[in-house]
């Protein structure tokens, strides 16, 4: 039986007590989005850095200093002149140095060495962290509903990137080979872009609660989407082509722009035998076709900006402009790496602006699915 009530009582009085519930969508998903975020920034960091630091191994040579693959017991450094010497037999029975190096002295050797082996730090370091992020995450049952798949999706990428990094190795362990295969180095760096797309994804999807991206959702420019996931596609065969140029060295075969050897076409195009070498092989044909598909990349970046400057939402217009000033800025590095015969430096932020292209296009893209909305006045 209920008590008595005051006259004075305000009817509701007692209602309005009650604190107001969160909204049914987002009941029992929240989980720690804030901290798992931090968790695949901090992870998107470590991508990051992985790809400059494999750029420079590459230009320094490096790759194939270390010549077996001990995903455990490779983690220490050799620790005594002895475990050096033993070391460096094994890179002298090696291609790369009968061809390229012979004759070599132990403290260079020990130079490439650091390189390699500190590519190969680098993605134990970035397993650690994603074992440790995911596991305590699940342990602590804070995963948001329906994250479970999606993180651990990212650590078995990795360890697949791990076992595409040695296939990659042991390619130009053997034969006449002096460098690592073009094709496998593409394979290489074209999942460390799919792993840090996937990364900066979810960062973008995290940044906002699932109740907003449903909102956010419903003002979905479709053909914009459209439009940026072809780009992405398109972006991503360019990293790929880079690849190809960048594992036979092609950038500084044709140091003229924008002609080749004083022409169109550069000579002997289809030199190699049988033909489809040249598509992965021929100095010439690689960089001829990385090029052209620059060009196209260009043209059709323009077709998105255009199409994405006419955008509803500000935030999404402003999306699209970074995306094409970046891209310029890109293709101007690009032909200055060209002209000055590919120097490391220029090599390398080349290949880390691609990084920030990548992103940005990402963002752009998500800001087509997920649009913010502004006020008139913001717009």
Do not use: C
Not at 15 to 41: F, N
Not at 72 to 97: C, N
Not at 229 to 255: C, E, K, N, P, W
Not at 284 to 301: M, N, P
Request: charged share 15%; hydrophobic share 55%; net charge positive.
């Amino acid at each position: 039986m209920s008590g008595k009530r005051s006259i004075f009582e305000e009817v509701g009085q007692a209602e309005s007590k009650q604190k107001p519930q969160g909204g049914m969508i987002d009941a029992g998903r929240r989980g720690a989005r804030g901290a798992i975020r931090l968790w695949l920034m901090v992870l998107f960091g470590l991508v990051v850095v992985m790809i400059a630091v494999g750029g420079l191994t590459r230009l320094t040579d490096s790759g194939l200093s270390i010549t077996e693959w001990r995903p455990v017991t490779g983690a220490l450094p050799p620790m005594s002149e002895a475990h050096w010497a033993e070391e460096f037999d094994k890179y002298r029975a090696i291609p790369q140095y009968e061809l390229l190096n012979k004759g070599m002295s132990l403290d260079d050797f020990k130079f490439i060495y650091w390189w390699e082996w500190g590519h190969r730090q680098l993605g134990r370091v970035i397993g650690l962290v994603w074992a440790l992020g995911f596991f305590g995450f699940l342990l602590a049952r804070q995963v948001p509903k329906g994250w479970t798949g999606r993180l651990l999706f990212l650590g078995v990428l990795g360890g697949t990137q791990g076992a595409i990094g040695w296939w990659m190795v042991a390619s130009g362990l053997t034969g006449d080979m002096v460098a690592v295969a073009s094709y496998r180095l593409a394979t290489h760096l074209g999942l460390a872009f799919i792993i840090l797309g996937f990364i900066a994804w979810f960062v973008l999807l995290l940044g906002r609660e699932e109740r907003a991206l449903m909102q956010a959702r419903r003002a979905r420019e479709g053909k914009l989407f459209s439009l940026s996931t072809g780009l992405m596609h398109f972006a991503f065969l360019q990293i790929l082509l880079g690849a190809l140029v960048a594992g036979i060295d092609a950038g500084r075969s044709y140091t003229d722009w924008p002609l080749m050897a004083g022409g169109l076409l550069p000579p002997d195009m289809m030199d190699l035998v049988p033909w489809w070498r040249n598509f992965f092989e021929n100095p010439g044909t690689v960089q001829f076709i990385h090029r052209v598909s620059g060009y196209l990349l260009l043209a059709f970046a323009i077709v998105v900006w255009l199409r994405g400057r006419r955008s509803a939402h500000a935030v999404t217009r402003g999306a699209f402009n970074a995306v094409f000033a970046v891209l310029s800025l890109q293709i101007l590095l690009g032909i200055m790496t060209v002209l000055y015969i590919a120097p490391w430096q220029l090599a390398i932020a080349h290949q880390v602006l691609a990084v920030v292209l990548w992103v940005l296009i990402l963002r752009a893209r998500f800001l087509s699915q997920y649009p913010r909305a502004t006020s008139i006045r913001g717009a």
